[in-house]
């Protein structure tokens, strides 16, 4: 599909979204996801195209090792999926499959809350404790900041799982933050050498 083509075909749908104006202001943290101007912008940046993961997935399989985890990803977290960008560690079904439902998603909550989001016992958490990748994949740790783009979009994240209850230093979200500016860098340079 022609890069124009799909920008056309995201603005149609982000077109049938609900203005900012016109949800409730008790609508949630939610609505972030269903921002049409943040789903332009991953259209924009073509973010859910192959060529991504291969500029991304260095930084993932470097995350992993700092943190000892089994799970790093760089993902894009869309209106109701979440395209997983870049990976290391997942098993082939969810490698394939290529992302998860957002209702699973604990990025959905880094991107809603544009800020650091910890899971120490996901068993315990009350914000992902029934998710199915807790469920039944075991998840049980996660750390994940918000791909912030130069426009101010919330757009994906950079974060590490596993499945292992554990806490996070200052120290080890410091290097999260310097993996994730780096995945930021990166992709914005891709977007200036797209023109």
Known sequence: MEDLELLDLFTQFASHLPSPEGREAGAGRDHVLLDRERLQEIAAL????????????DICREAATAFGLPIALVTIVLDEDQHVAAQHGLDRWRQESGGTSVAWDFCRHTVADRALFVVNDA???????????????????????????????????VCVAGMDAREFSTAELETLQRFTTEATRRIETRRLTAH
């Open 46 to 57: 073509r973010l859910t195209e192959p060529d991504v993961q291969h500029i991304l997935r």
């Open 123 to 157: 068993r315990t958490h009350t914000r992902v404790q029934n998710s199915p990748l807790v469920i039944n994949d075991g998840v049980r740790c996660y750390a994940g900041l918000p791909l912030l783009t130069s426009r101010g979009h919330a757009v994906g994240s």
